[in-house]
């Protein structure tokens, strides 16, 4: 039988001397951290599976809707315009990552990223499912190309392929909706090769990762694992083994040894193979399955729990835990404004766009019958439903005509129009240059917005002489 490579600090447990991948069987485990974690994980992949089917508004609850540049977040429709909110939805989600790493490590890694959750709770349960546990994988992996081990690996891949598929497949239905996926399904792969080009490689990418690549992804690629130093302190909540109770290991009657028996079980469930009475590492993801099974052992054994727990380094060297500090105040206060600004600019978000803009040309045209502008109005609606638009004029000027206005535009779901048209003010009645304002209403949805555009044209004083001129004339 394989032996399993001891931990140790000088290398990638994971890493062979010679650079070939080792691929460490996680032994099974049972606990308090491993129920939470499970149940937690199965909610993370109904939301996961359930997004795209739940309608808000008509649309699905996210749905990113590249093809119309639109975006659709639990009843909220963005579009290209507001694009700049982004800013802060990726400004949040980025503090919020620092603020939960500088206050509890790698909680994110452990038990809310989309591959731990995809690996240790799909993943891994069909190779447990179908080859048994860690001693019957690592005795498989052993064993001659037999029947039986073709027969397992054939019907292990081919689950890991049709898993992969589909994770893929609900990915691309937050970007095209599950509607218009039932309807490339159904097409030749051919007649949307882009959209068969992304599943095809999400699922390669999947498959590969999922099967082979596994936690090297943890310890090698992922950005996140390798700024974690910078993002924690000596205060910050880990995993961790308590050296002081632990030490010096051993088992037997010398009443010498501290509590650890050296029983190993916590390295044996470890899915990225380390040794945490080693010290943090940068390798651990916080998945606590050292903590459910030393907790084990502490029981059978009668001892106190917690030898290997969740606690800052401080605490684990006897010290206490100091939760307010100078960077956690920090990330406090700038995730609250961030969260404040982002409910203030989303509470001014409308479902409906208007622009007004001055048409190509010239200016302003000064004709006998009197001043004119020349404009055009761009609406745009949000909306699942046809959407009337009413315009009026607001504090116009005494004299103000306006022709091809429309005070009543209906537009079509999800749609834009731009409609031109003409301001013209009489010679007599001119004033100079003013505000011209629109009152846009919009229904359904009773949205309101108000647009300003100038209305120009010489001074009043240059047009009075030159019509006193023609009247001499
Ligand atoms: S599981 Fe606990 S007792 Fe066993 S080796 Fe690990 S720390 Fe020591
Ligand atoms: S050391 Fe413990 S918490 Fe860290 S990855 Fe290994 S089992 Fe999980």
Known sequence: MARLKKPNLDSVTTINVDGSHFSPQPADVKGRFTSMRRWFGLILLVVYVALPWIQIKGYPALFFDLAHRRFHLFGLTFLAQDLWLAFFVIAGLGLGLFYVTSMFGRLWCGWACPYTV???????????????????????????????????????????????????????SYFVSLSSLY???????????????????????LYFCFSWFREQFCIIICP??????????????VIGYDTRRG???????????????????????CPTGIDIRNGLQMECIGCAACVDACDAIMKRLDRPKGLVRYDSLVGLNGGRTRYLRPRVIVYTVALVLGFLAMIYLLS??????????????????????????????????????????RIQVVDAPDGLVLSGFDEEIILEAQSEGVRPFLAMIPTDKYAGQFELKLLIKAMPGNDELTKSVKFLGPSAYVIRESTVEKVAK
């Open 247 to 269: 030490e010096p290991r051993g088992r037997g009657e010398d009443s010498g040894y501290g509590d650890c028996v050296n029983c190993q079980r916590c390295v044996q469930v």
């Open 183 to 205: 309807e490339y399904v159904k097409r030749p792969p051919l007649e949307n090769a882009k959209a068969f080009g992304v599943v095809m490689f999400l699922t390669l990418a």
């Open 348 to 389: 001014g978000l409308h479902s409906v766009f208007a622009d007004v803009n001055r048409m190509k040309g010239q200016p302003y045209y000064v004709t006998e019958a009197g001043v004119r502008n020349q404009y055009q109005i761009r609406l745009m609606t949000k909306l699942n439903e046809p959407t009337t638009f």
């Open 118 to 172: 995809f690996l240790e709770h799909v993943y891994r349960r069909i190779e447990r499912w179908i080859e048994g546990d860690a001693a019957a994988r690592r005795k498989l992996e052993q064993a001659p190309w037999t029947g039986d081990k073709v027969v397992k690996r054939v019907v292990k891949h081919s689950l890991f392929i049709l898993v992969a598929l589909i994770i893929a497949n609900v990915f691309l």
């Open 224 to 237: 996140y694992g390798r700024i974690q130093s910078a993002l924690t302190d000596d205060n910050t909540m």
